[in-house]
């Protein structure tokens, strides 16, 4: 068993540490290591349209990971304050959010929005008073919220759980002092909550950050970098894509690991 | 006290309506537009074009060979990545060392929450030619083709999603009661009889959960077929990506889509069925 077990945890790292090691190679060719270098890592980092891409991909994750936190507790705190019914409405909802494939989200979001642009932009042309109008097409916009609903449904879903869990006497002892519903919350409730608050942030950015598919569909002429290595790797396999990889992962690895952390970070009232 | 109730409830809908609002734009509106769109026409230049035809369902046989590979390479994989899961879930809830659990859980966590388009990545590179193959060559075995074959494509799912299958067993296996176990054996049961009346029966929902979760997920699945298959193991996903950005017949697309999903539902009720029936507990709840 413990034999098996072993062989299992290889066979999960042993291909991530060959991508991380051969980030290093100083040759071109995969099959040999010829030495040690970090010139990838420079070439990676001076490719202008990898930038571009990094770039992009850190600012939709962040936006659609605040989107998520900060409209996903206000609707884990909402449902708290409803009946049974609408509570299962919407948890049935966030489910959905969740267990529809990525590619039907993505195509769903395309259609709707390409409707909606069919729809908004010849009417912001007839009464916009020059010939510029704004006009809405696909881009960072919709890639964000695209993300933002199963981030939303993330976070919804992990500060819930942690509000289940609340201490009610301490809501009710501080209303029996005369506490304002805000202060109770800025005091009583916030603090509780924001571990799972973070940690849903955190897991946000990360599924953003690494989407490919929801991403593929509704990024319009806009790059992200799971994009531009996709479109890379398919070129054919180059040194620079396995310098991306491990930055990458790296990067995944810290944001769990701190997500997890905060997770399992004590109610300050303990 | 009205007054009271007035603010209560406004606050409510204030806490709740941004979610709501988020929900119906980019998830109910969307999937009512694909279920018009899967019973209307493509437009001459591509799109779509209203109509009310069935002729986009007939037309599900079309894409046989991409529904086909789903349907067997979905629950293949996840039973492939079932047997593998079950016996590391068990050793990690009921023999390692208690010190070591929880960073051995960690490190069966951290695979799935990094990228999979990396992880599948890795895989291109070893099953490619400069990998594997490069290596039988030099002990002389030539010409070995790994890459752009059904089991490539098996071996990046149970790669992928072995730790979301991990996760599920490991829960309900450290929920069991192990005085369970001892009884088991203190009434004279062989150590098989225990596990398999005992252990295996009492950790069926985290089973079904497991399964469940990776069955839906590959259901949808594009990036492993595309890069470890290429091209030649197409998935319903790549079907998608196919028909809505490349040849831009949104109407078929809609109706495979819709197809996908209600196929997806039909896996959920039946594994919740079975786990009700079987083991008489409600599947594992991940978050």
């Not at chain 1, 201490?167 to 501080?174: G, H, K, P, T």
């Not at chain 2, 005992?198 to 595309?226: A, D, Q």
Request: hydrophobic share 55%; proline share 5%.
């Amino acid at each position: 068993m413990r034999a098996f077990v072993i062989a299992v945890f290889a066979f999960l790292y042993l291909p991530i540490a060959l991508v991380v090691l051969f980030s290093f190679n100083a040759g071109h060719h995969a099959s040999e290591f010829t030495g040690f270098s970090v010139q990838w890592y420079g070439k990676a980092l001076s490719n202008p349209f990898l930038v571009e891409a990094l770039k992009n991909s850190l600012f939709i994750a962040t936006t659609s990971a605040l989107l998520a936190a900060v409209f996903g507790t206000a609707a884990a705190l909402g449902l708290a304050r409803v009946g049974v019914r609408t509570r299962a409405v919407f948890d049935a909802l966030l489910g959905a959010a969740i267990v529809v494939p990525g590619v039907v989200i993505g195509i769903s979001t395309l259609v709707a929005l390409v409707q909606l642009f069919g729809v908004v932009n010849p009417f912001l042309a007839s009464i916009w008073p020059d010939d510029q109008p704004p006009k809405l097409s696909l881009g960072y916009g919709s890639i964000i919220a695209a993300h933002g609903l199963f981030s939303m449904a993330l976070v919804t879903m992990i500060v819930g759980t942690r509000l289940g869990s609340l201490d009610r006497n301490l809501v009710e002892a501080s209303s029996d002092l005369y506490a304002t519903p805000l202060t109770t919350f800025r005091s009583i409730v916030l603090p509780q909550i924001m571990p799972a608050v973070v940690a849903g942030f955190l897991l946000a950015f990360t599924f953003s950050f690494d989407d490919f598919i929801i991403a593929f569909f509704v990024a319009g002429a806009q790059t992200t970098l799971p994009i531009y290595v996709f479109a890379s790797i398919r070129r054919g396999v180059t040194p620079e894509i396995n310098a991306i990889a491990t930055i990458v992962l790296v990067a995944s690895v810290l944001l769990v690991v701190l997500a997890q952390w905060q997770l399992r970070q004590r109610k300050p009232s303990n | 006290m009205h007054g009271n109730r007035f603010r209560h409830n406004f606050l409510t809908a204030l806490l709740l309506a941004p979610a709501t609002a988020w929900l119906v734009v980019f998830l109910v509106l969307p999937f009512i537009a694909i279920a018009i769109f899967s019973v209307g026409e493509r437009a001459p230049e591509g799109g779509y074009q209203a109509a009310f035809t069935l002729a986009q369902y007939a037309n599900l046989p079309a894409r046989a060979t991409a529904f086909w590979n789903t349907m067997v390479l979905a629950p293949v994989g996840a039973l492939a990545c079932l047997l593998v899961a079950y016996p590391v879930a068990y050793y990690l809830a009921l023999q390692a060392p208690q010190r070591w659990r929880l960073i051995l859980l960690a490190l069966v966590v951290i695979p799935f929450w990094t990228s999979l388009l990396m992880r599948t990545y890795a895989w291109m590179y070893i099953l490619g030619g400069r990998g594997i193959p490069a290596l039988l060559a030099l002990v002389g075995i030539e010409d070995v083709r790994l890459i752009n074959t059904p089991g490539a494509v098996l071996l990046g799912i149970v790669y992928g999603y072995l730790p979301l299958m991990i996760l599920p067993i490991y829960v309900s296996l450290e929920r069991l009661d192990r005085r369970l176990l001892e009884a088991s054996a203190d009434l004279g049961a062989t150590p098989l009889s225990t596990f398999l009346g005992v252990t295996l029966k009492l950790s069926l929902p985290g089973v079904m959960t497991g399964f469940s979760l990776v069955m839906i997920l590959l259901l949808g699945e594009y990036l492993i077929p595309t890069l470890l298959g290429g091209g030649k193991v197409f998935f319903i996903g790549n079907a998608l990506v196919d028909l809505f950005l490349q040849s831009r017949n949104w109407p078929f697309g809609s109706a495979i889509a819709i197809t996908l999903v209600l196929v997806s539902v039909v896996v959920l009720i039946a594994a919740n069925r079975i786990s009700t029936r079987v083991s008489g507990a409600r599947r594992v709840d991940l978050i």
